[in-house]
């Protein structure tokens, strides 16, 4: 019950606490991953170990109730009526999934090919004289710099466990309300500001010296991120962008020709919630 008061006071997706409260077991034990079948023919599935039917059964009625407030959903905005609260924070989780989505990209990019080394004493002092230092997302700047600003913004949110403990919970709600709603009907959208920042990178990121005399860069990060990274609610949206961008940049190449796109292709199969469903999935 504390578990579940908890959710209750700390996510910010009102129209959907509910649900999140009411299926808060079986969102543990199925790792922040909703899968429609499996609210299947429970009868036949009391053989099943580790609480799962359980907590399964617990969330059914609450997962009924929300199927038939978006099938509602679905009926009023066909017929011209303004999205309602619960579709419009369907569409900001969707959002989040597909930024972090985009930030996971990049980490195990930068991390794979050895980017991101703190910055020269002086031109860190300079940078956080600006305000620069953590300031990853413009993507005007060099892949050096890009790389070196979202390796220090993310080593700032490593050390700081409640803020990380929040910005996890928040993404993982987000993820299963995402996949939850894809099930149930509700559109699937694409982020431009996400899917902008993704191909912007993947630019800089062919224009960098060092990607182009690193023979195998490309298999480095093709074998890190395949061997880590699931799939996740945002993966199609995301591949599709980058398959827009090789076709846009069909010259740009990383050493020993392989695509940038090629290699972010890759990368974006990882889902948003990588490493925050890893850490909760029990052991």
């Not at 009102?14 to 991953?33: F, K, N, P, Q, T």
């Not at 907590?55 to 017929?79: F, K, N, Q, W």
């Not at 913004?153 to 490593?158: A, I, K, N, W």
Request: aromatic content about 6%.
């Amino acid at each position: 019950m504390v578990v579940h008061d908890r959710a209750l006071r700390q996510t910010p997706w009102h129209e959907w606490r509910a649900l999140l409260v009411a299926c808060h077991d079986y969102a543990v034990i199925s790792g922040w991953r909703f899968v429609n079948a499996d609210f299947m023919n429970l009868s036949q599935k009391r053989h099943e170990k580790d609480g799962l039917n359980a907590a399964r059964e617990r969330g059914l009625p609450m997962a009924l109730e929300y199927a038939d407030r978006i099938r509602a959903c679905v009926e009023a905005t066909r017929s011209g009526a303004p999205p309602p609260r619960l579709v419009e924070e369907f569409l900001a989780c969707q959002r989040l999934v597909s930024q972090e989505a985009v930030y996971n990209s990049m980490i195990a990019t930068v991390k794979a090919i050895g980017l991101g080394e703190p910055a020269p004493a002086a031109e860190a002092a300079s940078a956080a004289e600006e305000g620069d230092a953590l300031a990853y997302q413009d993507m005007s700047q060099p892949v050096e710099v890009i790389a070196r600003r979202l390796i220090a913004y993310h080593t700032s949110m490593q050390d700081s466990p409640g803020m990380l403990e929040e910005r996890q919970e928040r993404l993982l709600h987000a993820s299963f309300i995402v996949e939850f709603g894809l099930e149930h009907g509700l559109p699937e959208m694409r982020d431009s500001t996400s899917e902008a920042t993704l191909t912007d990178f993947m630019t800089r990121l062919g224009e960098w010296e060092g990607a182009r005399s690193s023979g195998d860069t490309g298999a480095l990060v093709r074998s890190l991120v395949l061997g880590n990274l699931p799939d996740g609610p945002m993966k199609p949206s995301l591949r599709n962008a980058v398959l827009d961008w090789v076709c846009d940049n069909k010259a740009l190449v990383i050493g020993g020709g392989v695509l940038v796109g090629t290699l972010l292709s890759v990368v974006v199969a990882g889902a948003a919630i990588a490493a925050a469903s890893s850490a909760r999935r029990p052991r």
